[in-house]
């Protein structure tokens, strides 16, 4: 089983509707990341959390937020979509500030 | 600001040879990690290899190699005995110590000629 997985792989939505995608990891880490990749930018920090209590802003967090469930599960909103906000979004996680980051397999968001 | 820069778009090599991505970073930092991820048409983001800047003896797994020149803030990977598998995007990233941002580098397109 994947260590850490993201759902839907896959999701169009609407111009102003809210979504939301997740991400659960088995890894025990207690950091995780939400990042976005557009074609030509590589990717981009949106939100990272240490730990439940501890979430922070990225480069780019404007039209997002998040929510730390749990050690296991950081989700993503994006409260209205809008079409620029079509990408490719990675949940990343780490077991600590020096060790390296381990990606999902990312969610494919269409906004029209 | 820190970036990363790839100045390869594209690259291509023959099964079984040997291919080097270059990479690029600009940093005043004395502690960093640099990194190279692997991205399949699956779109999964697999690390390949990193790289800690306080270590002078460069990183190796098994087929990929880094060649990394501190001073010239420079971080080439190499791929030898190609394969068909190593076909995917690569991206360099980089760290500073004491960040939790990864600033990554716009990848390379590698293709794997049978």
């Known amino acids: 089983d994947a260590d850490v997985t993201q759902t839907p792989r896959n999701r169009i939505t609407k111009t102003g509707k809210r979504i939301m995608l997740e991400c659960s990891q088995t890894k025990g880490h207690d950091r995780m990341y939400w990042y976005r990749q557009d074609p030509g930018l590589g990717l981009r920090l949106i939100y990272y959390s240490f730990d439940v209590k501890d979430i922070n802003k990225g480069e780019i967090s404007d039209g997002y937020s998040v929510s730390r469930q749990a050690q296991a599960k950081f989700s993503l909103s994006l409260e209205s979509a809008i079409p620029n906000q079509t990408a490719l979004y990675f949940c990343?996680?780490?077991?600590?500030?020096?060790?390296?980051?381990?990606f999902g397999p990312g969610t494919r968001l269409l906004v029209l | 600001a820190q970036t990363v820069t790839q100045s390869q778009p594209e690259m291509s090599v023959q099964e079984a040879e040997t291919v080097t991505l270059s990479c690029t970073y600009d940093?005043?930092?004395?502690?960093?990690?640099l990194f190279w991820y692997k991205q399949p048409p699956s779109r999964q983001m697999i690390l390949v290899i990193r790289?800690?800047?306080?270590?002078?003896q460069n990183a190796t797994e098994n087929r990929f190699s880094v060649n990394f020149q501190k001073a010239a803030k420079s971080f080439s990977l190499k791929i030898s005995d190609s394969q068909l598998g190593d076909a995917a995007m690569y991206f360099c990233?980089?760290?500073?110590?004491?960040?939790?941002?990864?600033?990554f580098g716009k990848g390379t397109k590698l293709t794997v000629n049978p």
């Open positions: 990233a980089y760290r500073v110590g004491g960040s939790e941002k990864l600033v």
């Open positions: 790289q800690e800047a306080y270590k002078q």
């Open positions: 990343a996680t780490a077991g600590g500030q020096q060790e390296t980051q381990y």
């Open positions: 940093t005043s930092e004395s502690d960093y990690y």
